[in-house]
């Protein structure tokens, strides 16, 4: 079964999906990674050169043709089910997982490491604040099209794992 773990960035998908892989025994993917492993360099480089419209295809791309095992559990982009038909894809494919978490949550979270990714890089405190609020609203309507939303707050590796083996 491929599990999508979807959401703001932030919001915890890599670290929750790597714990959840461990406990389900699946295999933990996380599709920024396989994109820079296959470019050959950052995300932020490649928007930096090549801007935010060839990233989406490639990302795409990426979600659509990659070899998955037979059980994964994988980890998106934040803005990956917000293009194209990707989110319709996931869940044709799968069971798309939402990590829901405010605004001011994912700020305060988002503050140290803001350099790795290239939308927030050179916003100041208070405009990465505005910036969240605006695109979460923006992408609500993608995300809340999972299969499963979850509190990120509360989120805890053993509820996911249970949540997944009762919908197997
Ligand atoms: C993006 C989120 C990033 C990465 C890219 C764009 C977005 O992934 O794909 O920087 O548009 O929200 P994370 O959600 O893993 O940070």
């Avoid at 995300?43 to 050169?49: M, P």
């Avoid at 990233?55 to 990659?66: A, D, G, Q, V």
């Avoid at 037979?70 to 980890?75: L, P, R």
Wanted: aromatic share 10%.
């Amino acid at each position: 079964m491929k599990i999508f773990l979807i959401g703001f960035m932030g919001c915890g998908k890599s670290t929750m999906g790597k714990k959840l892989a461990v406990k389900l025994g699946y295999d933990f993917i996380d599709l920024d990674h396989q994109i820079e492993k296959n470019l050959g360099t950052t995300i932020t480089a490649y928007f930096a050169e090549n801007g935010e419209e060839a990233f989406r295809k490639l990302e795409s791309e990426t979600l659509k043709n990659f070899d998955y095992p037979s059980n994964a559990i994988i980890a998106t982009g934040g803005g990956a089910p917000c293009f194209f038909d990707n989110m319709d894809w996931m869940n044709a494919n799968g069971l798309s997982i939402y990590i829901e978490m405010s605004a001011a949550a994912l700020a305060k979270r988002l503050e140290s490491g803001k350099e790795k990714r290239p939308l927030l890089k050179d916003l100041s405190e208070a405009e990465m604040v505005r910036f969240i609020e605006d695109k979460l609203t923006e992408r609500e309507r993608f995300y809340k099209r999972a299969g499963v939303t979850v509190n990120g707050i509360s989120l805890s590796a053993d509820a996911m794992r249970a949540m997944i083996l009762s919908r197997q």
